[in-house]
């Protein structure tokens, strides 16, 4: 049974920092990419951030650019997102996400607010 369980988030004021982590079992991490999205209020859910499973590429929505930091540990079958230098609009829910199985899986999520 695939599981992805994710940690870390909570209320950070603007300008600090917080790291999510999500460590998956139930399939081979290593061999798949991993995403985190998340969905603000009244919004749809938005791709934040995506690493490749072999060469551990990175790409990032233009918002989060040079602030957020996705990583992966395959030893631990975790990926985390580092995020800095948060601003109020990052406030969301997140989720990991990994696409295995007929839709996908996806973590319980975890919500993140910034706020003063």
């Known amino acids: 049974q695939v599981q992805l369980v994710q940690s870390g988030g909570g209320l950070v004021q603007p300008g600090g920092s917080l790291r999510l982590s999500c460590e998956a079992s139930?399939?081979?991490?290593?061999?798949?990419?991993m995403s985190w999205y998340r969905q603000a209020p009244g919004k749809e859910r938005e791709l934040v951030a995506t690493?490749?499973?072999?060469?551990?590429?990175?790409n990032y929505v233009d918002s989060v650019k040079g602030r957020f930091t996705i990583s992966r540990d395959n030893a631990k079958n975790t990926v985390y997102l580092q995020m800095n230098s948060l601003k109020p609009e990052d406030t969301a829910v997140y989720y990991c996400?990994?696409?295995?199985?007929?839709?996908?899986?996806w973590g319980q999520g975890t919500q993140v607010t910034v706020s003063s």
């Open positions: 139930g399939f081979t991490f290593r061999n798949y990419p």
């Open positions: 996400y990994a696409p295995y199985g007929f839709r996908g899986s």
């Open positions: 690493i490749t499973s072999a060469s551990g590429r990175t």
